[in-house]
């Protein structure tokens, strides 16, 4: 079960946040990506919830990671959230604009 939110900067990042942990999710179960990577962590870190990690995607698609573009890179760890890969090709263009996603999953 995943929850997917688009969101243009932080400030909507953190009200999302906060309404996925009013609706159950717990900040474990909430990652948040950027197209830019210093972004991504600056947030991730700036808000307290989870970087996708080696847990979520698995030790080949993580080292694989290493060698991918930021586009494949992104649209691998949506994917690790259990997103299809027609959503994560959909989200990763958001991210190419600009915005952020936000995603809380249960299934990770």
Not at 24 to 51: C, M, V, W
Request: charged residues 30%.
């Amino acid at each position: 079960m995943e929850t997917v939110r688009i969101v243009e900067n932080g400030v909507q990042a953190k009200k999302e946040i906060e309404q996925l942990i009013m609706q159950g999710y717990t900040k474990e179960e909430i990652y948040l990506l950027a197209h830019d990577q210093n972004r991504s962590e600056d947030l991730t870190d700036s808000l307290d919830i989870n970087n996708i990690s080696v847990q979520e995607q698995g030790v080949l698609d993580s080292i694989a990671n290493v060698f991918r573009s930021r586009g494949d890179e992104l649209r691998s760890k949506l994917e690790s959230l259990g997103l299809t890969r027609n959503d994560a090709e959909r989200y990763e263009e958001e991210l190419d604009h600009g915005r952020v996603i936000v995603v809380a999953s249960k299934s990770a």
